[in-house]
């Protein structure tokens, strides 16, 4: 079965940018989109369709995909950006989810 | 703005059957797909499945001999069904409207969430 792969945790500092990535076998070919969860909280989409932000997802969220591994960077970190990132694709008739990357801001 | 809210048993015993319902307001539940998606404490989320609100529907392979989700149209509202339930099934389970779209390159995603309701497998 297919399999995304997401780094456990990433750290930054206010202000600075995070980048999370996300690898799948030829990930490029295929849409990937991101989610924010807070603790306690449901996700909420923050790119979809590789690039893509929902209205109301500040511009500070991008992504892009390529290759193996797709990416969501956050420019100038905020500590509200703070919670758990999830990558997902659609492969072979199935949503896979990525493991989730904890994003610190320190 | 569309809003889903789950509903059922917090408790369920081992070896019974899990069941959950979810109301759709804010919009119609025609012509979207609508997923229930679970995430074990502490853990990454599953999707479990997704159902059209024409009644197709398609499973997470490996959930797929015990699992059930319908639609009621009339009521704007799906439900999962998750039968011989062990320990391993205690998480909270969300519904979401899926954006899917077939194609070259197949679009797919989840827009909007319920808030999540736990659902806790003891005896």
């Known amino acids: 079965s297919y399999e995304l792969t997401q780094p456990p945790s990433v750290s930054v500092s206010p202000g600075q940018t995070a980048s999370i990535t996300c690898s799948g076998d030829?990930?490029?070919?295929?849409?990937a989109c991101w989610y924010q969860q807070k603790p306690g909280q449901s996700p909420v989409l923050v790119i979809f369709?590789?690039?893509r932000r929902p209205s109301g997802i500040p511009e500070r969220f991008s992504g892009s995909n390529s290759g193996n591994t797709a990416t969501l960077t956050i420019s100038g970190t905020q500590a509200m950006d703070e919670a758990d990132y999830y990558c997902?694709?659609?492969?072979?008739?199935?949503?896979?989810f990525g493991g989730g990357t904890r994003l610190t801001v320190l | 703005q569309v809003q889903l809210q789950e509903s059922g048993p917090g408790l369920v015993k081992p070896s019974e059957t899990l069941s959950l319902t979810c109301t759709v307001s804010?919009?119609?539940?025609?012509?979207?797909?609508w997923s229930w998606i679970r995430q074990p404490p502490g853990k990454g989320l599953e999707w479990i499945g997704y159902?059209?609100?024409?009644?197709?529907?398609n499973y997470n392979p490996s959930l797929k001999s015990r699992v059930t989700i319908s639609v009621d149209t009339s009521k704007n509202q799906f439900s999962l069904k998750l039968s011989s339930v062990t320990a391993a099934d205690t998480a909270v389970y969300f519904c979401?409207?899926?954006?899917?779209?077939?194609?070259?390159?197949?679009?797919?995603?989840?827009?909007?969430w319920g808030q999540g309701t736990l659902v806790t497998v003891s005896s």
């Open positions: 979401a409207r899926e954006i899917f779209r077939a194609g070259g390159t197949t679009v797919d995603y989840f827009d909007y």
């Open positions: 804010g919009g119609s539940i025609r012509n979207y797909y």
């Open positions: 159902i059209y609100y024409s009644g197709s529907t």
């Open positions: 030829k990930l490029g070919n295929k849409y």
């Open positions: 369709q590789d690039s």
């Open positions: 997902q694709a659609w492969d072979s008739s199935t949503v896979v």
